[in-house]
C-alpha cells in the first residue's frame, strides 16, 4: 500500500471518528425536538374530554400524561406519539380513537410540555412501561391497545413485547434508530456511537398479540420499505396496511387511514373456510 493510500484512509477514519463523535454528544438534537410547557399551562379540545395527571415513575422525574374518557369505554389506547412537540398538539389525534368507544392515555416523554427528568434511552423505556401498568390498574390487558408513531413505535412494540395487550398498532414505524442513521450517514459505523437503542424489528420477535402496521406509501422520511421489513418480522401475527400517497406526517389526513382504523378496531371476528377457496390451487396443475 503506498503513502497516498495511507493518506486516504488516515482521512476516512478520522472523518468517521469526528462524525461519530458529533452524533454521540448532539443526536438528543436529532431524535428529539421537545416543546416545553409552563406549569401552569391548561389543556382544552374541542370533543374531547381529558383529565390531566402528573406521576412520579421514579426520583428526579415526574411524567405528565393526558387521560381522554369516554362514556362505556370499550377499552384503553396507550398512545405513544412522536419525536416532535408536546401532548399539547398530539392530543387532538385521541379523536381517531374515542370515536370508536376507546379511552386513551397519551404522556410527554422527559424533557416534553411538562415531563422532566433526565432523558435516556431505558428511562424513557420504564417511563412507557410504568403508565401501562397504571392502565392496567383500570383496564385488564385484554382491553389494552398499544400505539406508536414514528419515533413512539420503538416504545409500543417494546411494551407489547413484555406485555400482554389485546393489540398493537405502529404508524410510520422506525425499523431502527441505527438503521434511521445510516441512511443518512450510509459510510458510519452508526450503531457505536448511539446512545439511544429502541430496535423495533427485535422487538416484535417477541409480541403475541396481533400486530397492525400502518405506513404511507410516499414517506420520504422512513420509506415504506421499512414496513414491509417489519411485516415479515412476525408474520403470522402481523397485517400491513399501505395508505397510498401518504407521507410520514400527514397519513391521519387520509380517508383510507380512517377505514383502516375502522376495521383493526371492528370487535367482529370473520373466519374463512379456506377449503371453500383458491388457497390450495396452483396454476402448474
Not at 33 to 40: G, I, R, V, Y
Not at 85 to 109: C, N, P, Q
Request: aromatic share 14%; net charge positive; hydrophobic share 40%.
Amino acid at each position: 500500500m503506498n503513502e497516498n493510500a495511507y493518506t486516504i484512509l488516515a482521512v476516512f477514519g478520522a472523518v468517521i471518528l469526528i462524525t461519530g463523535i458529533l452524533i454521540y454528544f448532539f443526536q438528543h438534537r436529532f431524535f428529539f425536538q421537545p416543546e416545553k410547557l409552563p406549569a401552569d399551562f391548561r389543556f382544552a379540545y374541542d370533543n374531547l374530554r381529558a383529565v390531566e395527571k402528573t406521576v412520579e415513575p421514579e426520583p428526579g422525574a415526574n411524567i405528565n400524561y393526558l387521560h381522554f374518557q369516554v362514556d362505556d369505554p370499550k377499552g384503553v389506547v396507550l398512545y405513544l406519539k412522536g419525536n416532535t412537540k408536546s401532548i399539547k398538539g398530539w392530543g387532538k389525534f385521541a379523536i381517531d380513537f374515542t370515536r370508536l368507544g376507546y379511552e386513551v392515555i397519551m404522556m410527554d416523554y422527559r424533557g416534553f410540555g411538562k415531563s422532566t427528568g433526565k432523558r435516556t434511552s431505558d428511562a424513557m423505556k420504564r417511563d412507557s412501561q410504568f403508565i401501562y401498568n397504571l392502565a392496567k390498574k383500570e383496564f385488564t390487558e385484554d382491553k389494552i391497545v398499544v400505539y406508536g408513531r414514528s419515533l413512539g413505535s420503538g416504545f409500543a412494540a417494546r411494551l407489547a413485547s413484555k406485555n400482554n395487550p389485546r393489540l398493537l398498532i405502529l404508524t410510520s414505524p422506525l425499523y431502527s434508530i441505527s438503521r434511521a442513521v445510516q441512511r443518512y450517514l450510509p459510510f458510519m459505523p452508526a450503531r457505536p456511537f448511539l446512545r439511544y437503542n429502541l430496535p423495533t424489528f427485535q422487538y416484535l420477535k417477541n409480541v403475541r398479540c396481533p400486530i397492525k402496521i400502518i405506513h404511507g406509501s410516499d414517506d420520504r422520511l422512513v420509506p415504506v420499505n421499512t414496513a414491509i421489513d417489519l411485516s415479515e418480522v412476525n408474520p403470522k401475527l402481523t397485517r400491513l396496511y399501505i395508505i397510498l400517497g401518504a407521507g410520514h406526517i400527514n397519513v391521519h389526513q387520509f380517508e383510507e387511514y380512517h377505514r383502516v382504523m375502522q376495521e383493526i378496531f371492528d370487535e367482529r371476528k370473520i373466519f374463512i373456510d379456506v377449503e371453500k377457496t383458491s388457497f390450495g390451487y396452483s396454476h402448474r396443475k
